[in-house]
């Protein structure tokens, strides 16, 4: 039973480009989330997708968006990029809410 | 706002010692889960244990215990008789509403064992 997977394991981009990060959730799960992991810091909610729809948003600005598909994939798209969004880009499913989230390797993102 | 205290930045240990790391959160929900995840140097956070506004019964899985007490809303972690293996940043979570929302990170201890 594979677990969460995400794509790719890293990426260096410069200022002002535009990047897709990729997670195929646990099998039976429905819900992904994702997170952006500063160094030294906890995770941060960046949004939530079920059944397709973006459910919950944090405190993340436009440019940060996402998509999810019928078979539960999502993607993280990150436009203009900022050297501020260097940062390991973490992927959760869950199956519905409340319930526990297990977490992908993560994406490495770093901005030059 | 709902927000996860993790006072205790960095803490090591001799190896075999046991340790309790803090967790204090604040919320206006009665429905919530309180969670901890253990992120070792690979990155990839483990997911160790959730519980539910409504449950307060305290748990034990091995060397790991956990004591949640919502009269101090504080929900601390136990390791007892510490291992090298158990070296990581550990971070307690808060989610609020039936659905799981608002997920919300304390930063982070970091727990070093050392042989």
């Known amino acids: 039973d594979a677990g969460v997977t995400q794509s790719p394991t890293h990426l260096i981009k410069t200022r002002g480009q535009q990047v897709t990060l990729r997670c195929s959730p646990k099998?039976?799960?429905?819900?992904v989330s994702w997170y952006q992991q500063a160094l030294g810091q906890g995770p941060q909610f960046i949004f939530q997708?079920?059944?397709?729809?973006?459910?919950q948003r944090g405190n993340f600005p436009d440019r940060f968006s996402g998509h999810q598909f019928p078979n539960y994939s999502s993607e993280l798209n990150v436009n203009a990029l900022l050297l501020g969004d260097s940062a390991l880009y973490l992927c959760?499913?869950?199956?519905?809410?409340?319930?526990?989230?297990?977490f992908g390797p993560g994406t490495r993102l770093t901005v030059l | 706002a709902q927000k996860v205290t993790q006072a205790q930045t960095e803490i090591s240990v001799v190896e075999k010692e046991d340790v309790t790391l803090d967790c204090v959160y604040e919320?206006?929900?009665?429905?919530?889960?309180l969670f901890w995840y253990k992120q070792p140097p690979s990155g990839e956070l483990v997911f160790l244990i959730r519980?539910?506004?409504?449950?307060?019964q305290n748990e034990i899985s091995g060397r790991y215990s956990w004591n949640f007490q919502k009269s101090t809303s504080s929900f601390n972690f136990t390791i007892t008789a510490s291992q090298v293996v158990d070296s990581a940043v550990y971070f307690c979570?808060?989610?609020?509403?039936?659905?799981?929302?608002?997920?919300?990170f304390g930063p982070g201890t970091r727990l070093s064992v050392l042989p």
């Open positions: 959760a499913s869950s199956l519905g809410g409340g319930s526990e989230q297990f």
């Open positions: 099998s039976g799960h429905d819900t």
């Open positions: 997708y079920y059944e397709e729809e973006e459910r």
């Open positions: 919320t206006r929900d009665t429905t919530y889960y």
């Open positions: 519980r539910n506004s409504f449950d307060e």
């Open positions: 979570a808060l989610s609020e509403g039936n659905y799981g929302q608002n997920f919300v």
